[in-house]
């Protein structure tokens, strides 16, 4: 049997009255897309938060790779290797495309403390960083001012950053949003390939791309859980259709 | 090379034409006011790094200043009147050599720096500010409270300290030594900012979440950040005393504070040179505006509103428009 990298058991986080996650629990195996679905609200960013350290739950567990992280920082969760993008985008906006891009290489290869040698000279961070921005078509925006790209760009490079850290688990919030149709397609097909190397736990509004990308889905209400399953599962569910794609179709 | 490059090329000349030519005209007074620049303006290039390149605005960098000072204060203190520092556990002498007391002033700043920085980070903004400004102000009374070492009055050092191979007393030597240590300090700036921990410093300013999320802790960053600019203050306090042979709890003054932030708001935040432009523009104000009016700091309140209003960047900014400024 194998294990699951990242398990989430019975996570609640109350904002006041509002119960924002509730009694959630959800596996991410190896190899696997599992997308994280739901209405605007639902509590998806917040539990990718309490994932990823920056919120800490009320209750319930984070276990990743087999060690609970659950009393673990944002820093100390990187370390051991959750890669993550954000929803809204947070880089460096005064820095150029390709110091992003080494920063995350910095943070998982380098040694971000070192105060002589330059940087933008490491060959081998270099190399980490620059093979990300390619992966990530942004090879002709090195050295670009992060705050000048667009909207699809800086999604773009949120994924090239998280690419750099070589990470034994991706969380992405949203990586397509803003993305266009050529750019949604592009990184359907470069998230296809990456669940080889590292997992994606994947929250994603553009329905196309999850139900052509999600080896599981689970479908996010009001904070909990209404179901998980397999793409045909989720389609075919009556409370789904009725809390969520009933939206859309 | 770049605008800006040729502006602070022409900015460290100019500093040094100045001296040279008063030197040659005998004007001791210019030298010592060209002097006087040189070493706020490496209290500004140390400040510069904990405010430019890490966006911590501190108002308690007069502790690392007067830490300076006093450290130079009091080796000299005993050196002069032959008494020993102290005689428990083991028997520590005064000094009156510079290199020493640098060392020593230097390594007082980062500690205290480290003390400080370690408790004052887990804030930010306003409380962050609140807090450096409550340690310098807790040292300036600390200072005022001490009868052993001036008290109020401070304490006066007859001659100039020693550097080999020296004379101290002569303006332009003494100059000279301010100045290399200036260039110095500039030159560790720049290597600084396009270090790794430059890089890393300068994203977590700008989006701490992104920092955290590659396993970079921006508390880290800006512990160590908060470290090197004290102990670079620290040294400009020891200066600072040995220019004027005079060391006084007023060193400490959150006035002090507020003056040097002005020589970087002045020059250009984050702007390598800006604390040499602000710091030679706050003196030539001073010169120029002092002997016309009591009040002209009131001038000074106003040009600062104006650089903060209409020239974020300041002189180097404006001057040289925007830039990368690490590459
Ligand atoms: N820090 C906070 N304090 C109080 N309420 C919050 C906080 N953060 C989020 N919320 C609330 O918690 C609920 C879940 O928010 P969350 O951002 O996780 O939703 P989401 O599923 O990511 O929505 P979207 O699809 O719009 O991104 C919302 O009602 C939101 O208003
Ligand atoms: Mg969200």
């Known amino acids: 049997m194998t294990e699951p990298v990242l398990s989430i058991r019975n996570i609640t986080k109350m904002f006041g009255a509002l119960a924002a996650s509730d009694n959630v629990s959800l596996d991410l195996m190896p190899g696997e897309i599992h997308a994280l679905i739901g209405p605007n609200g639902a509590g998806k960013s917040t539990l990718i938060q309490q994932i990823s350290g920056g919120l800490t739950p009320d209750a319930g567990s984070v276990h990743f790779l087999g060690r609970d992280v659950t009393g673990l920082d944002t820093v100390a969760r990187a370390r051991l290797g959750l890669g993550r993008t954000f929803q809204i985008s947070a880089l460096a906006m005064e820095d150029t495309v390709l110091q992003n891009a080494m920063l995350g290489a910095l943070g998982a290869k380098g040694r971000p403390f070192s105060i002589l040698r330059p940087i933008m000279r490491d060959k081998g961070l270099r190399q980490v960083a620059e093979a990300a921005l390619d992966r990530m078509g942004l090879s002709t925006h090195h050295n670009t001012v992060t705050g000048e790209l667009s909207h699809g760009q800086r999604r773009q490079l949120e994924v090239a950053v998280a690419l750099t850290l070589s990470p034994r688990a991706f969380l992405m919030d949203e990586p397509m949003a803003g993305l266009g149709t050529s750019g949604t397609h592009d990184l359907t097909a470069i998230l296809s390939n990456l669940r080889h190397e590292a997992p994606i736990l994947l929250v994603e509004h553009d329905m196309d791309a999850v139900f052509a990308l999600a080896d599981r889905i689970s479908v996010l209400d009001y904070g909990r859980i209404i179901a998980t399953g397999t793409v045909d599962e989720i389609r075919a569910h009556p409370d789904v259709r009725r809390a969520y794609l009933g939206e859309e179709t | ?327």
């Open chain 2, 1 to 327: 090379m770049t605008r800006e490059t040729w502006i602070n090329a022409a900015l460290a000349l100019g500093l040094l034409a100045v001296p040279l030519w008063a030197w040659v005209a005998d004007e001791p007074f210019t030298i010592t006011l060209a002097t006087k620049v040189a070493i706020l303006a490496l209290a500004g290039v140390g400040l510069n790094i904990a405010l430019g390149l890490g966006g911590l605005v501190s108002l308690g960098h007069a502790a690392f200043f007067g830490l300076g000072g006093y450290a130079m204060g009091i080796l000299a203190a005993h050196a002069q009147n032959y008494t020993p520092l102290m005689e428990w556990p083991l028997v520590v002498e005064g000094t009156k050599s510079m290199p020493v007391i640098w060392l020593v002033a230097v390594i007082v700043s980062a500690l205290t720096a480290l003390l400080i920085g370690a408790l004052s980070l887990r804030t930010s903004g306003v409380y962050f500010i609140m807090i450096t400004l409550a340690f310098g102000q807790m040292l300036y009374y600390f200072a005022i409270s001490w009868p052993a070492y001036g008290g109020e009055d401070g304490l006066s050092i007859y001659v100039r300290n020693g550097f080999p191979g020296l004379n101290t007393l002569d303006p332009i030597q003494f100059f000279a030594i301010c100045y290399v240590l200036l260039i110095l300090a500039l030159a560790f700036s720049a290597r600084l900012a396009r270090s790794p921990f430059g890089l890393a410093l300068n994203a977590a300013r700008q989006s701490p979440q992104r920092v955290e999320t590659v396993g970079i802790s921006p508390y880290r960053l800006r512990l160590l950040a908060f470290v090197i600019s004290g102990a670079i203050t620290g040294l400009a306090g020891a200066l600072f005393a040995d220019l004027n042979r005079f060391v006084s709890p007023s060193m400490f003054s959150w006035q002090t504070s507020g003056e040097i932030m002005v020589f970087i708001i002045l020059g250009g935040t984050a702007r390598l040179f800006g604390p040499v432009a602000g710091a030679a523009l706050f003196i030539f104000l001073e010169q120029a505006l002092g002997g016309l009016s009591e009040y002209w700091h009131v001038h000074l309140g106003l040009l600062l509103l104006a650089v903060v209003l209409f020239a974020r960047g300041g002189i180097i900014g404006t001057l040289a428009g925007q830039g990368a400024r690490n590459d």
